[in-house]
């Protein structure tokens, strides 16, 4: 099974909601990152946890906050959102965090915020 | 800090003919250079990469190459077919304690039936 999955597949919020991210992986992998796609743009690393512990946040506002419950899952819990947080949130996982393994990405999600 | 600059930002090809995407890097110190096929509604796919041990890897009708001196490296696709139609992204391994991925700006490529 080499495949990283999401869900939900689209997401319309408003700014006063709660909602979460979810990302799985069954390859035994211990490294797993989040990161935001604005269209026609490249993804850009958001977090990333290895060994189940975060070791990079790249200065993401508090209202999106990681969890990993255990090595294969990965969630992204979201409050209070603004609209220019819409974007494409693509999870990956690799073998280990140092990033010279190859990082496999799920489907993503596609998020709106009202 | 690492930057991936990436030409070009649009590319058209007739069905069959090659098609070259290059980018450069500026850490001299990165050593893993992967490229990844993005279609349109799905994540970023990885297609070849390249470690700075080799100069040159080849899978099928994909290939890549690395000139770590000028620091540049380039994706090269031959027979290309519709099917290849994308946005293709490299990039490059920042080696400092993240050893995070610096993406280049992407590439769409269009080939044309």
């Known amino acids: ?114 | 800090g690492e930057n991936v600059e990436q030409h070009p930002s649009t590319l058209s090809v007739q069905e069959g003919d090659s098609a070259v995407i290059k980018c450069t890097y500026s850490d001299s110190a990165s050593n893993y250079f992967p490229w990844y096929k993005q279609e349109l509604g799905k994540g970023p796919q990885l297609i070849i990469d390249i470690r700075s041990n080799v100069g040159e890897k080849k899978d099928q009708r994909i290939a890549v190459t690395l000139n770590k001196t000028a620091k540049h490296f380039s994706l090269h696709i031959t027979e290309t077919q519709p099917e290849d139609s994308a946005v293709y992204f490299c990039a490059a391994l920042l080696m400092d304690s993240s050893y995070k991925l610096i993406f280049g700006s992407g590439t769409r490529l269009l080939v044309r039936p």
């Open chain 1, 1 to 114: 099974d080499t495949e990283v999955t999401q869900t939900p597949k689209h997401l319309v919020m408003g700014m006063t909601n709660k909602k979460s991210l979810k990302c799985e992986q069954h390859m035994g992998h211990r490294a797993m990152y989040w990161y935001k796609q604005k269209a026609k743009k490249p993804p850009e690393l958001m977090f990333v946890y290895s060994y189940e512990k975060l070791s990079i946040n790249e200065s993401v506002p508090s209202r999106f906050s990681p969890e990993c419950p255990n090595s294969s899952l990965l969630n992204l819990h979201l409050h209070a959102l603004q609209p220019e947080d819409s974007a494409l949130y693509l999870c990956a996982s690799s073998r280990t965090g140092t990033g010279r393994n190859e990082q496999f990405f799920g489907p993503g999600t596609r998020l709106t915020v009202l």
